[in-house]
């Protein structure tokens, strides 16, 4: 079981409120991310988004997410925190 909760949601997006915090399995996970003390893990969806960010505005992005690195894997000195932001991109339940 995972804990997940959403960076930014789309306007009309109604199955996820800012902030709230979903329980999840793994299955339903399609991205992560961490961003602890600036660094960025994870976040694939969001590095593909950055990519198509002109260059001269991608420090603005990188601003406006709270990122100063990018970084491939887990943190491996330490287990996030509770001052991280633990981010998830996940399936929607069909009904």
């Known amino acids: 079981m995972y804990f997940c909760s959403a960076l ?3 306007k009309d997006f109604s199955q996820l409120k800012h902030d709230e915090t979903l329980i999840l399995t793994e299955e339903r996970i399609e991205d992560w991310m961490i961003i602890a003390d600036g660094v960025l ?3 694939y ?3 593909v988004l950055r990519e198509l960010v002109a260059l001269e505005e991608r ?5 406006h997410i709270g990122v100063t690195e990018y970084r ?3 943190p491996m000195n330490r287990w996030p ?3 991280d932001r633990l981010r998830g991109v996940f399936r929607p339940t069909t009904s």
């Not at 420090?59 to 601003?63: A, G, R």
């Open 41 to 43: 893990y994870g976040g």
């Open 81 to 83: 925190s509770m001052g």
């Open 8 to 10: 930014e949601l789309p």
């Open 72 to 74: 491939d894997g887990l």
């Open 45 to 47: 969806s969001l590095r």
């Open 59 to 63: 420090q603005q992005f990188d601003d």
